[in-house]
């Protein structure tokens, strides 16, 4: 289990064959960190990040800078799952909302200018809330296509609350859609009720989602 002391957790994902390869850790990400996520970002959220970039390879060429910088960003404290040498997962907790500083020149040298356009017009949809003092807010819980289901997903949970708890923060919060009924699972088998659900016909159109669910836990 991730604790805020030390620099790193682990454990063995479901399934795993040998102990010592495929050994799951979950700790803070590094900058060198950004191309793995970015890939592992681009083909989680596929649903959101295609409609934006066109493919999976742009997303991931216009994310790894971002990534890079969201990293440093005040308030926001990221974590990555590994496997061996591999990404295979990464989490955000945010504290504070500060714009990411760049990020058009980012996408633009990434992607070029009609892009670049288009990819702020579909993620302007999909902007987080700012947090409340007491809150620690969840964005961005992403695991590899190829290894959900394996424990990757509630590992990034647990530290993500463990950073919430050592931050002193009352409540861990975060949207998710409405019919991602897989992360849904997750958060309630983590102790998340559901606060309000809301439609979103924009939703629907871009990203296929019909709405969005905000979901909390109250940190003892
Ligand atoms: C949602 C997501 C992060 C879950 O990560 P994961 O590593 O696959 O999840 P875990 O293996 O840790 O699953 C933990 C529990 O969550 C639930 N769960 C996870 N995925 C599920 C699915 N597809 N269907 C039903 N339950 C699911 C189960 O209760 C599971 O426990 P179990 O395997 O013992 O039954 C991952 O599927 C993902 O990256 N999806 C795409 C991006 C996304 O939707 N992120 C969430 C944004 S709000």
């Not at 790894?64 to 591999?86: D, E, L, Q």
Request: net charge positive; glycine share 8%; proline share 6%.
């Amino acid at each position: 289990m991730y604790s805020g002391a030390s620099p790193q957790s682990s454990c063995s994902p479901k399934g795993a064959r040998s102990p010592q390869s495929s050994r799951l850790v979950v700790r803070r990400a590094i900058q060198s960190d950004a191309p793995g996520i970015a890939w592992v970002v681009a083909r989680a959220f596929k649903d959101k990040f295609n409609p934006a970039f066109g493919t999976e390879e742009r997303a991931t060429r216009a994310l790894t800078p971002y990534v890079a910088s969201a990293m440093t960003r005040r308030g926001n404290h990221m974590f990555v799952a590994t496997i061996g040498a591999a990404v295979v997962g990464s989490v955000s907790v945010s504290t504070q909302k500060s714009p990411a500083p760049g990020v058009i020149g980012m996408f633009y040298r990434a992607v070029g200018f009609w892009s670049t356009v288009r990819a702020l017009c579909v993620l302007s949809f999909l902007s987080d809330p700012l947090p409340a003092p007491d809150e620690a807010y969840v964005e961005v819980l992403g695991v590899a296509p190829d290894q959900q289901r394996r424990g990757v997903g509630r590992a990034l949970m647990i530290a993500a609350e463990e950073m919430a708890r050592s931050l002193h923060k009352r409540r861990l919060t975060l949207y998710v859609t409405a019919n991602n009924h897989g992360a849904q699972e997750l958060y309630l088998s983590r102790g998340l009720t559901v606060r309000r659900r809301s439609r979103s016909f924009v939703g629907w159109l871009l990203f296929h989602a019909p709405g969005f669910w905000r979901m909390e836990k109250v940190l003892a």
